[in-house]
DNA sequence: ATATAAGTTGACCAATTGGTCAGGTTTTAT
DNA sequence: ATAAAACCTGACCAATTGGTCAACTTATAT
């Protein structure tokens, strides 16, 4: 049971990791893929780029790293909806939760839209299991509500399609959104955003909106 | 008033010069601007790369053409509305246009949003009026019903975003819609979306939805 | 008929860029 | 102290790829 010190990475290394990583998160939502340069990554990191192949083999390598990273916080996000709860306080809670989302990652959300235009292949690839996981875990939620009669909704999977659509739309369109209204949105418009989309699903669904999100 | 010749293009012209813009965007849908390789635009229209850049003198030129294409078409389908138009009328036909266009051209859709996610460096720049004045025109309609009384929503933007966020969704995230139902959405089951969306946009706005869309 | 413009294309180039490598320094465990 | 692992990085390379060019064929107007 000795500790085999090859291959760990040390306090530089994690530390490094995460400052290359949070660098790539930016420039991949910017540019995409392939339109991400290893140099550039390696400049907002302020590190030589044999530095960032250093830790991560490949652009592959890093883009999937991210991704990851990406993933798992979009998971532990919207993991806490169960089907005893009250659909109106869970999806009021649940497009809250999106919407934060949308304010402070943006970037995430836009990697995510990136991938997906593009066909998903790494979604659907590496980390399939993970990715249907999460999305099966919403459909069955809701899917259980319309079963015994608690919300008005003609199918599952449309009613969250709409909800993803509208919130991830604040963060992958927002060079739109700042253009049409001359500024960037600040967290109080944010949160009247978030009202207007509480009240359109609601509303759709035929429940009552509870009184604090209103 | 003699005819100049030079520098017109011919029939031949002007069917290649379609024949690779299709090609290019499908491919630019694909890939986005960089990861988007002259040679496969020339593939796919079977012709020689050259030939290809004899038409469009560059990459940058040849995408331009492209987006523009692309507006020229997203402006024509929905500058028929008009603020004496019923609102719930209206906006139930909008839905309708936008989901139809989701359907059948999928690809200018994505196009679309990946320039937006990538900062919109092309509609602000070199179409900063065309596209401003098409969406300037569908927030005025809007807010003029909503002067008059016409229509219960707090802000017009918002729901205008979240009619744009949820039609475009079908088409940009189809990737994704395909793989959670196992198969490509049929005309029917946008149909079914369609009526999904025009249920939460009117219902949002307290709005009788007309027969003819239920 | 023929001149002029339009269209076609293989060969080629220069710049970009992902990735390698070797030779170093620093950190860490014992 | 010291060995081993972790970390660092300048120099370099091979492949990709946007774009040029010159020689050529085809179409068209008069």
């Given at each position: 049971m000795t500790d085999n010190k090859i291959n760990?990475?040390?306090?530089?290394?994690a530390a490094n990791k995460q400052l290359i990583l949070n660098a790539a998160e930016h420039e991949f939502a910017k540019h995409?893929?392939?339109?991400t340069r290893i140099q550039q990554v390696a400049d907002r990191a302020?590190?030589?780029?044999?530095?960032?192949?250093?830790y991560f083999k490949s652009k592959e390598n890093l883009?999937?790293?991210?991704?990851?990273?990406?993933l798992e916080l979009w998971n532990s996000v919207f993991d806490e909806a169960t089907k005893d709860d009250d659909p109106a306080e869970v999806l009021a809670r649940y497009i809250t939760d999106k919407m934060?989302?949308?304010?402070?990652r943006p970037e995430a959300s836009r990697i995510?839209?990136?991938?997906?235009i593009n066909g998903a292949p790494n979604l659907y690839g590496f980390y399939k299991e993970q990715h249907a996981a999460w999305m099966e875990g919403r459909v069955e939620v809701i899917q259980h509500w319309?079963?015994?009669?608690?919300?008005q909704t003609a199918?599952?999977?449309?009613l969250l399609y709409n909800i993803w659509a509208c919130c991830q739309h604040y963060a992958d369109f927002s060079a739109q959104i700042t253009h049409l209204q001359g500024k960037e949105m600040d967290r109080a418009e944010f949160e009247e955003a978030t009202k207007s989309i509480i009240n359109l699903i609601l509303k759709g669904c035929s429940l009552e909106i509870p009184e604090k999100y209103r």
């Open positions: 760990k990475e040390g306090r530089i290394g995409g893929f392939k339109g302020q590190l030589p780029k044999t530095n960032v192949l250093y883009y999937l790293a991210v991704l990851q990273q990406i934060e989302f949308s304010l402070v995510f839209a990136l991938e997906i319309i079963d015994e009669g608690k919300i199918n599952a999977h449309y």
